[in-house]
């Protein structure tokens, strides 16, 4: 695993060192386990405006992760995390 160093922006950061995860990691989700996330930008369920300054910003998605942990002898490969 490669080692990711950080730049000395403050006394604490020079010699910080963390790990980098891009051998195990890749920069697009698997599209299955992703879903729409309705964004609510500070509306009620009459869909007025209740709180200020609020919306805006980029899409979001939601990941599906299965919590429950109940599939019991079904072969699986885990591709990335």
Excluded: C, H
């Amino acid at each position: 695993m490669a080692l990711r160093k950080y730049k000395p922006t403050t006394a604490g950061t020079r010699w910080r060192i963390g790990n980098a995860y891009t051998e195990v990691t890749t920069n697009v989700p698997e599209k299955s386990l992703l879903e729409k996330q309705k964004s609510v930008a500070g509306r009620n369920s009459q869909g007025r405006r209740s709180m200020r300054y609020k919306g805006g910003g980029n899409k979001t998605m939601y990941r599906i992760v299965d919590f429950k942990r109940d599939k019991k002898d079904i072969p699986a490969v885990v591709k990335t995390i």
